[in-house]
């Protein structure tokens, strides 16, 4: 029996071409694993629209989160659990690094972000966490980012800091 996430992504695939030219739904099919769909139908149950975008760099074949805002079920999330673990008041539920590692999932890098935003603005009304270079990471600080006056912005925060807008988008490669 078919998983029950194919037939939505192959749909949101249909209905947006721009985002993978030249690429047919049967090679992507083709390399879905379980373990891909699995991933994939948590990123859809947390609201994150996945589709299928190629890694202009390198040709890899990679699912990101398209939902016009930061996916609704990952949001009030700090960057990593060794933030979270360290609030004293009001830790929250969970960290968007965290919650990526345990579905097998990235966050997106500065530049994956951009990508993103290059196929339509995201993120107009909330922001999202992005993958954090250790140097900034080590000195307690995280990037986020976000579209506004037409411009793709990108940000820093303290790691252990969650906001109601602010969620995360993750990546998949195959």
């Not at 993978?20 to 694993?33: D, I, K, M, N, S």
Request: proline fraction near 10%; aromatic fraction near 8%.
């Amino acid at each position: 029996m078919p998983h029950p996430i194919l037939p939505v992504l192959e749909a949101r695939f249909a209905q947006h071409p721009h985002r993978h030219p030249g690429l047919a739904w049967a090679e992507v099919a083709a390399r879905l694993t379980p373990a891909a769909l699995e991933a994939l139908a948590w990123m859809e149950a947390t609201g994150g629209q996945p589709d299928a975008v190629p890694d202009p760099a390198t040709g890899t074949l990679q699912f990101i989160d398209c939902a016009p805002e930061s996916p609704t079920g990952r949001r009030s999330l700090c960057y990593d659990e060794p933030a979270r673990l360290s609030r004293k008041d009001a830790p929250p539920a969970g960290s968007a690094h965290g919650l990526c590692e345990a579905h097998g999932l990235t966050l997106l890098t500065e530049a994956q972000y951009r990508q993103l935003q290059s196929l339509g603005p995201v993120d107009q009304k909330t922001s999202s966490w992005l993958l954090t270079p250790q140097p900034i990471r080590a000195l307690g600080g995280a990037l986020f980012g976000d579209y506004r006056y037409g411009t793709v912005f990108i940000y820093h925060n303290g790691v252990q800091s969650y906001y109601a807008a602010r969620g995360f988008r993750a990546l998949l490669a195959l």
